[in-house]
């Protein structure tokens, strides 16, 4: 109780004051020289993490100086992915609802956002402290947050309940049995008729190379639209079953949300007027799946990924 009393107390705190009165997190972690050993104090620091890495790393790849700032985009994004892992994982473990975590982002994102903009404006700079102070926590801890998020995948492993063996890859397939469990599921929290049928998923090699799958149905805007998921070859020639699977899981509480608003009737065109990727069912159906998947099939030891794939839709996305 007390690691949801921390987080709960904090996001308060936060939102009352907003992001200026957010201490420093060098300071911060100074203060607290056991936050690596405590739960909820990791997934603090680490949340924060997540949000620097992902907002410097953004910025470099909008705004690259010389080749350098361009490949240190991709490793800040890539570090971003790792710290997200950790800090929503634990975040929703210790009692943290999904709308606090995603509030409390925001709160880590405007006060980062706001630091870099004064560093810039005042030294044309992103780099000098305070900034650069707390993000060097950040870099000199990267190596323990990757040890760390596969120790957690051990620590949160449940092997008692494995029940079958993830199908194996295989190119243009998907694992049925996989698909059938997380549809059951889906429908049991979303109200749907039992007989509720899954849409077509079709392979589309001619999906853009940054969508790995995309959910379309026909709409006001897109009224010649299919009702249907596709899929893009390379995601299933590079994601591992478990990971195809948990995406296929995404796309069908999208199907299902959509299906729902429309009283689950087919329709030529489709009412879509909820944003799901930010919305608290939405993201707590998602993490369900990431659980459902990984406490039921070998090997599965992607959970933290999964997970930061749940947060990642709402921060990257928030509009879908």
Same mark, same amino acid.
């Given at each position: 109780?007390?690691?949801?009393l921390?987080?709960?107390?904090?996001?308060?705190g936060?939102?009352a004051?907003?992001?200026?009165?957010?201490?420093?997190?060098?300071?911060?972690?100074?203060?607290?020289?056991?936050?690596?050993?405590?739960?909820?104090?990791?997934?603090?620091?680490?949340?924060?993490?997540?949000?620097m890495?992902?907002?410097?790393?953004?910025?470099f790849?909008?705004?690259?100086?010389?080749?350098?700032?361009?490949?240190?985009?991709?490793?800040?994004?890539?570090?971003?992915?790792?710290?997200?892992?950790?800090?929503?994982?634990?975040?929703?473990?210790?009692?943290?609802?999904?709308?606090?975590?995603?509030?409390?982002?925001a709160i880590?994102? +405007?006060?980062? $956002?706001?630091? *870099?903009?004064?560093?810039?404006?005042a @030294?044309?700079? !992103?780099?000098?402290?305070? =900034?650069?102070?707390?993000?060097?926590?950040?870099?000199?801890?990267?190596?323990?947050a990757?040890?760390?998020?596969?120790?957690l995948e051990?620590?949160?492993?449940?092997?008692?309940?494995?029940?079958?063996?993830?199908?194996?890859?295989?190119?243009?397939?998907?694992?049925?049995?996989?698909?059938?469990l997380?549809?059951?599921?889906?429908?049991?929290?979303?109200?749907?008729?039992?007989?509720?049928?899954l849409?077509r998923?079709?392979?589309q090699?001619?999906?853009?190379?940054?969508?790995?799958?995309?959910?379309?149905?026909?709409?006001?805007?897109?009224?010649?639209?299919a009702?249907?998921?596709?899929?893009?070859?390379?995601?299933? +020639?590079?994601? $591992?079953?478990? *990971?195809?699977?948990?995406?296929?899981? @995404?796309?069908? !509480?999208h199907?299902?949300? =959509?299906?729902?608003?429309?009283q689950?009737?087919?329709?030529?065109?489709?009412?879509?007027?909820?944003?799901?990727?930010?919305?608290?069912?939405?993201?707590?159906?998602?993490?369900?799946i990431?659980?459902?998947?990984?406490?039921?099939?070998?090997?599965?030891?992607?959970?933290?990924?999964?997970?930061?794939?749940?947060?990642?839709?709402?921060?990257?996305?928030?509009?879908?």
């Amino acid at each position: 109780m007390w690691l949801r009393l921390f987080f709960i107390s904090f996001f308060c705190g936060c939102a009352a004051s907003y992001a200026q009165d957010l201490p420093r997190l060098h300071n911060w972690t100074v203060e607290h020289p056991s936050w690596k050993e405590e739960k909820a104090e990791l997934a603090y620091v680490a949340s924060r993490c997540a949000t620097m890495f992902e907002t410097i790393g953004n910025y470099f790849a909008a705004n690259p100086v010389h080749d350098e700032q361009r490949r240190s985009a991709n490793a800040y994004l890539s570090h971003s992915d790792m710290y997200a892992r950790i800090g929503y994982f634990l975040s929703i473990k210790s009692g943290v609802t999904e709308r606090e975590a995603v509030d409390r982002q925001a709160i880590f994102s +405007q006060d980062f $956002s706001q630091q *870099m903009q004064a560093n810039l404006a005042a @030294h044309n700079n !992103v780099m000098v402290p305070p =900034l650069s102070l707390d993000l060097e926590v950040c870099m000199l801890n990267f190596r323990f947050a990757e040890v760390q998020a596969r120790q957690l995948e051990t620590d949160y492993s449940n092997a008692g309940n494995i029940t079958s063996v993830a199908a194996p890859l295989v190119d243009k397939a998907f694992d049925g049995q996989a698909l059938n469990l997380v549809w059951d599921f889906i429908k049991s929290q979303t109200g749907a008729p039992p007989n509720a049928p899954l849409p077509r998923l079709v392979i589309q090699p001619g999906l853009p190379t940054s969508a790995r799958m995309v959910f379309e149905f026909p709409s006001e805007d897109q009224p010649g639209n299919a009702l249907q998921i596709n899929v893009s070859p390379r995601t299933l +020639q590079t994601w $591992s079953r478990s *990971m195809v699977s948990w995406a296929l899981g @995404h796309e069908l !509480v999208h199907y299902a949300f =959509l299906m729902r608003e429309n009283q689950w009737k087919p329709q030529k065109i489709y009412k879509n007027s909820i944003k799901h990727h930010c919305n608290p069912e939405f993201l707590k159906l998602t993490g369900d799946i990431a659980d459902l998947i990984s406490d039921t099939q070998m090997p599965s030891r992607e959970r933290l990924r999964m997970y930061s794939e749940v947060f990642r839709s709402c921060t990257r996305h928030p509009d879908q």
